[in-house]
């Protein structure tokens, strides 16, 4: 079992920048792909990036890419999100996932992972 815990959401002008942490613990000794979420009242969920257990391998929704930046910590069983040029339409509670890895190189961009955190909220005013 991972339990995975968000932070580092809050309200930011448009334009400004903030980054989420995913704090993982439990049974962190295995190898797991990682994903960010996001979700809007009255939206469903989608991704919006992922990454492999060795980091090499990442995935943006095209509308988050060149904006936002996914990147992990092992050693610290962390997961971060790096987002600039924050927009009003960001507006939503961020979600982080972990999918259990064959490989070093796997990443899961559909919906489908084994475990989930409880969400950050992140509002950009215009």
């Known amino acids: 079992q991972v339990q995975l815990v968000e932070s580092g959401g809050g309200l930011v002008q448009a334009g400004g920048s903030l980054r989420l942490s995913c704090a993982a613990s439990?049974?962190?000794?295995?190898?797991?792909?990682m994903g960010w979420f996001r979700q809007a009242p009255g939206k469903e969920r989608d991704i919006i990036a992922a990454i492999s257990w060795s980091g090499g391998v990442t995935y943006y929704a095209d509308s988050v890419k060149g904006r936002f930046t996914i990147s992990r910590d092992n050693a610290k069983n962390t997961v971060y999100l790096q987002m600039n040029s924050l927009k009003p339409e960001d507006t939503a509670v961020y979600y982080c996932a972990a999918d259990q890895a064959g490989t070093n190189w796997y990443i899961r961009i559909s919906g489908e992972y084994d475990y989930w955190g409880r969400g950050t909220q992140v509002t950009v005013s215009s």
């Open positions: 439990g049974r962190t000794g295995s190898r797991y792909a």
